[in-house]
């Protein structure tokens, strides 16, 4: 069964330093997302993009985030100065088109900034 | 105001019985989804079963169903002849669809404890 998967498993950085955690989306979905989840919170959604650009971001998204797809089948997530607040767990998510469908999930980054 | 609230932080089941975990939802948009994810102490989010805003039956997925009650907004998740690896964090989420939003809003959880 295809799966979304995600690299690495767990990034150590110190703060200030640029991370960029990595996703494979399922190969036929057109839909990208990227959440948080801070250890015991909820899970907490911060950009989508579709046809290479950003369809939606939420208001966590700031100025020192940003995706890309470089090539056919990466999608990536870069945080240019991290700070010890940026620590969380990082899923990648991906869809068909059509909003009745669900969201696939990967198995999360775990970010730890010292 | 919260768009998703799960009030039971915690709950307990012997195994083989049935578990209802509860959401309640907060939308003026009348066109939603409702999702519940599964996350077990690995960390990963498993997608179990989602209910459209139209949809008129009550959306099931083998021992998952929900318990949708639109006019009171709640979407309550059910889960029957509980096994021990059912124990783990539920998550209830929300996507409004006005204008193409695809985010999902997330609940703050249920941790399932399945007990022998």
């Known amino acids: 069964e295809p799966e979304v998967t995600q690299t690495p498993s767990h990034q150590v950085t110190q703060m200030g330093q640029e991370v960029i955690l990595r996703c494979v989306p399922i190969?036929?979905?057109?839909?990208f997302y990227w959440y948080r989840q801070i250890l015991g919170q909820k899970v907490e959604f911060l950009v989508s993009f579709y046809n290479n650009e950003i369809s939606e971001k939420s208001e966590i998204f700031d100025d020192q985030f940003s995706v890309e797809r470089p090539d056919g089948s990466n999608f990536t997530l870069k945080i240019r100065s991290t700070k010890l607040e940026d620590s969380a767990m990082y899923f990648c998510?991906?869809?068909?088109?059509?909003?009745?469908?669900?969201?696939?999930f990967g198995p999360g980054t775990r970010l730890t900034v010292t | 105001a919260q768009k998703i609230t799960q009030t039971q932080p915690g709950m307990f089941v012997q195994e083989k019985e049935a578990v209802t975990l509860d959401c309640t939802y907060d939308?003026?948009?009348?066109?939603?989804?409702l999702f519940w994810y599964k996350q077990p102490s690995s960390g990963e989010m498993i997608f179990l079963i989602y209910?459209?805003?139209?949809?008129?039956q009550n959306a099931t997925e083998g021992r998952y169903s929900l318990n949708f009650q639109k006019a009171r907004k709640s979407a309550n998740l059910v889960i029957s002849a509980s096994q021990l690896g059912d124990s783990a964090m539920y998550f209830c989420a929300m996507r409004e669809v006005d204008m193409g939003r695809r985010a999902l809003t997330f609940g703050s959880g249920t941790r399932l404890q399945v007990q022998p």
């Open positions: 209910q459209g805003s139209y949809d008129q």
């Open positions: 939308t003026s948009d009348p066109s939603y989804g």
């Open positions: 190969s036929n979905h057109l839909y």
């Open positions: 998510a991906s869809s068909v088109p059509g909003l009745a469908y669900e969201q696939y």
